[in-house]
């Protein structure tokens, strides 16, 4: 126990009492006189901060058309890479074009039954006879063949940037600086210097999605072959063995769930940014999707949709190396060698190609095809007919939807843009200074401040700042970041405190987790109109989980010691949970509601497909016309990480300890 003499004395505490009084008053002062200055200075961003960063990217990507075949950039490195992307495409097209159907299901069987055993083969096998089912075969090829070369890129990448970590700390701190960028970079980032550096086509659709998905095999690598036992690699030194040897016969072996599990990871980070990725120009089931989507043709949307997951559910089933037993009421294969299943294997994989250039069974026939649009087409109308309006207490759909935009998220907007912009710099400035000081404060400002100097874009009665497209779309950040934590904290709440409800709700929040972020805008426009109110809806679907599982992981790890005392001393249910599991699962809370935040902010660019506008509008018109739109393109997709930036570092300050430092 501390002595009464190592305690400070009273004129210490009280002098630091009043310095932490004047620095506040010092603030708030501050803080004061720049908001007057904001109404003095003026309402709309002074044109002098246009940096032009618009017509600089526009500039050169015309210079990349000019001299895409003169360049020694483009000659000797990206011309030749863009070339290779398109052939590897191509002949991984050509090859499951040519295996047929047939041929590409008992492949993937086959494949399943190698890496997981019978019930991978069923399950990988059914799945991708099931894509033929209700998508069309030519375009998931198509997907499926650029998957392929972007997931075998990030595995060839991938792994040996693994392995180099895993031997080397000082290698590690560098690459994990390059995976946490690539991590936390949105994918809309990429697009204007894939499109400045490939034009339009596979090689940056492919480039999109390795970058996206190399982080897991990297990670993954590195962690597998960081925890093989010592032992093990101790017993391999003193059979003489060579670094070289030690990796491939000790460390890789040991480590190989882990770089599975790291495939698995890459395959599914590939699929969630499908949709995305088409925006680069392939005509796959992410452009089907797309497609759909702009024409509000919801049930053709839903039957590319599934086939996209029905895909990824496939080659998920088949990479992840997790050898489980059939059921009971299904009879045990016979255990024959490794080696004769893997003949048989490819008897079959050669018997069904033959049977299909036999019978020229190039697509699915027609029985086995399955109508999976007409039903949601159906669906989508009975809704409108009878949950769009005149249901009683809600109204309906349309009146929800309405509510959120007129008395929600315009007035909102309106108060943003009423504002003077070096008003709002300042407020969230002044948010900032409360959560961690002016280091914060400073950073944040910056972030807005930088989103002034993007410049004009075109608007409705001529250009107008992009200034106002970020109001714009923070207004529904705003109100999408609210209705997820109003929706998620009571729910995860409940399930930290029931079990029973937190069975009820994993499944649903696996589900969530798992679909790739487009998935939710299909229901999403199935309920409502397209519009701002559906953008805000399918942020909100898509942020929910993060906040619901860390909620309830942060009130199932308070310790049990501090709810004994609380119940000891007579504390309620309610006392309990208000003053004891809440306080001391803040850390973890806070975390879920950053998630929720950054989640929200990613799904940007794809409510902008059904209407929410904003930046991910203009984002997404970089890659729909790069010739005219890729300056703006980037403006907006920059503008979105400040944004995210902003929030993200704010969130986080709410996270840390109240009594660390504030510079």
């Known amino acids: 126990m501390a002595s009464v003499d190592t305690l400070p004395p009273a004129h210490l505490e009280a002098e630091a009492v009043a310095k932490r009084q004047r620095e506040r008053l010092l603030g708030f002062g501050v803080f004061a006189a720049l ?112 998957m392929v070369v972007a997931v075998v ?48 086509g596979y090689p940056p659709a492919v480039m999109a999605t390795f970058i996206y998905a190399l982080p897991p095999a990297t990670r993954l690598t590195n962690l597998g072959i960081r925890q093989v036992p010592v032992v093990l690699n101790e017993v391999g030194q003193s059979f003489g063995t060579t670094s070289w040897q030690q ?40 452009r089907l999707v797309l497609n759909a989507l702009q024409k509000q043709e919801v049930g053709e949307a839903f039957a590319a949709g599934i086939g996209i997951v029905l895909l990824a559910v496939a080659l998920d089933r088949i990479s992840t190396g997790d050898r489980r037993p059939l059921p009971r009421w299904m009879p045990t294969p016979p255990q024959w060698g490794r080696r004769v299943w893997l003949a048989l294997g490819i008897g079959t994989v050669v018997a069904a190609v033959v049977c299909a250039r036999a019978f ?64 709002v710099v300042t407020g969230v400035a002044f948010v900032g200074w409360l959560s961690r000081g002016w280091r914060l404060a400073a950073g944040v400002a910056l972030c807005l401040v930088l989103i002034g100097f993007m410049g004009t874009v075109p608007g409705a009665g001529g250009r107008k700042p992009l200034w106002d497209e970020a109001m714009n779309t923070l207004s529904q950040v705003i109100v999408a970041i609210v209705l997820a934590v109003l929706i998620a904290f009571p729910l995860g709440v409940w399930a930290g405190r029931s079990d029973r409800v937190e069975r009820v709700l994993k499944p ?52 049990h010691a501090p709810r004994e005392a609380a119940t000891s001393f007579g504390a309620t249910p309610r006392q309990e ?69 902003m929030l993200d570092r704010i969130t986080q300050a709410w996270g840390r300890d109240p009594d660390t430092s504030r510079t």
Request: glycine share 8%; aromatic share 8%; proline share 6%.
């Open 360 to 423: 020229e069974l190039d697509v699915l026939p027609s029985w086995m095809l399955i109508d999976a649009a007409s039903p949601i087409d159906d669906a989508v109308d009975w809704v409108q007919n009878n949950l769009r309006k005149d249901v009683p207490v809600i109204g309906g759909t349309q009146a929800i939807s309405d509510f959120l935009v007129v008395h929600i998220i315009d007035p909102i907007q309106r108060f943003l843009l009423w504002l003077p912009w070096l008003a």
């Open 508 to 559: 649903f929040l696996d589900l969530a987790q798992v679909l790739p972020q487009f998935v939710y805008l299909i229901p999403v426009v199935f309920l409502f109109s397209a519009g701002r109110a559906a953008g805000v809806v399918a942020c909100v679907v898509y942020a929910i989980p993060p906040l619901i599982r860390l909620t309830a992981l942060g009130l199932r790890e308070v310790p």
């Open 577 to 645: 949970l208000l003053h004891v599991q809440l306080p001391l699962a803040r850390k973890a809370i806070l975390l879920g509601v950053n998630q929720t935040v950054l989640m929200v902010l990613a799904t940007v660019i794809i409510a902008a497909l059904v209407g929410a506008g904003g930046l991910g509008l203009l984002a997404y018109t970089a890659a729909a016309k790069p010739n005219v739109n890729l300056g703006q393109g980037m403006a907006g997709g920059l503008s979105i990480v400040f944004l995210a930036i």
């Open 153 to 200: 890129m990030a595995l060839v990448v991938g792994v040996p940037l693994g392995v180099i970590a895993a031997r080397s700390d000082r290698a590690e701190k560098i690459i994990r600086v390059v995976l946490d960028t690539a991590q936390v970079m949105p994918v809309y980032v990429y697009f204007a210097p894939l499109l400045t550096g490939f034009g339009i």
């Open 247 to 286: 990796l491939l016969k000790v460390q890789l072996p040991v480590a190989r769930k882990s770089i599975l599990l790291g495939l698995n990871q890459v395959i599914m980070m590939a699929f969630a940014i499908v949709v995305l990725a088409s925006l680069f120009g392939p005509s796959d089931l992410g």
């Open 35 to 146: 908001l007057v200055a904001a109404w003095v200075v003026g309402h709309e961003v002074p044109d002098w901060m246009d940096l032009d960063v618009q017509g600089w990217a526009q500039d050169r990507y015309t210079w990349t058309i000019q001299n895409s075949d003169t360049h020694w950039l483009f000659t000797v490195f990206l011309n030749p890479a863009s070339d290779f992307l398109n052939w590897a495409v191509e002949h991984v097209f050509d090859l499951l074009e040519a295996l047929r159907w047939p041929g590409v299901v008992a492949l993937t069987a086959m494949i399943g039954w190698r890496t997981g055993g019978p019930r991978a083969a069923l399950a990988g096998g059914l799945a991708m006879l099931a894509v033929g089912a209700v998508a069309p075969w030519d375009k998931a090829m198509l997907t499926l063949s650029i």
